[in-house]
């Protein structure tokens, strides 16, 4: 089993609508959760943090059900520039600083 | 303030050779990271440099080496390279101790094994 997985995709999705991407993982003791964005032969870059309690930063809301082992990623009133790819993270560890990541969702918005 | 730098961007290599990947971290970070990228994955931790020495390490074989130097900076070396080494090899640089929200990643060196 994968320590992180994620539904490859592709989603293609009419612009302005909502998407959801879902990942799992197995290490239960994991501490750290994140979701990254990587653009076609760029490097990946930290989109968010998730928390148990969720958060918020603008159109993208994450959430993380530890119980289920379970990390989510909402993007809504998706836009043209939206379109990427999103790997689920995973690190064990506090202070680790190694990355455990999922194959990632291949996302593009269609106009 | 520079980021992460790599060198080269692109390379392309023969198999059986040995390629050497450089890494510059972000200024003040001084823990430094390898992956490897293959194409539709993805990145994979390769191993893990701290005050130059290899803190930890994934599921790679010997053939994968690396080098931390004095001034932070890395070396990734590979030998006897196979085709299934193309990839992109990303550096990530942090601070020890991080939450992960400090991990910086470079551009990247894009290698292909022919």
């Known amino acids: 089993r994968k320590e992180v997985e994620q539904d490859p995709g592709p989603f293609n999705v009419p612009e302005g609508a909502t998407v959801a991407f879902n990942c799992t993982y197995s290490?239960?003791?994991?501490?750290?959760f994140f979701w990254y964005r990587q653009d076609c032969r760029k490097e990946p870059k930290l989109l968010m943090s998730v928390y148990s309690s969720g958060n918020e930063d603008g159109r993208f809301t994450a959430q993380l059900n530890r119980a289920s082992q379970y990390i989510s990623l909402l993007i809504r009133d998706s836009k043209l520039s939206d379109s990427a790819t999103y790997l689920c993270v995973v690190m064990p560890n506090f202070g680790n600083e190694k990355l455990t990541f999922g194959t990632g969702t291949r996302l593009t918005i269609i106009p | 303030d520079a980021g992460v730098t790599q060198s080269p961007t692109h390379l392309i290599k023969t198999r059986g050779q040995q390629v050497t990947l450089r890494c510059s971290p972000k200024?003040?970070?001084?823990?430094v990271s390898w992956y490897q990228q293959a194409l539709g994955q993805g990145p994979q931790f390769i191993f893990q440099y701290y005050e130059e020495e290899e803190r930890q390490r994934g599921n790679f074989p010997d053939r994968f080496s690396g080098h931390q130097f004095p001034n932070y900076s890395s070396e990734l070396n590979v030998n006897a390279l196979l085709l299934g080494d193309s990839a992109l090899y990303l550096c990530?640089?942090?601070?020890?101790?991080?939450?992960?929200?400090?991990?910086?990643f470079g551009e990247g060196s894009w290698l292909t094994v022919v």
């Open positions: 990530a640089s942090s601070l020890p101790g991080g939450t992960g929200n400090t991990i910086y």
């Open positions: 290490n239960s003791a994991s501490q750290s």
């Open positions: 200024s003040g970070h001084d823990t």
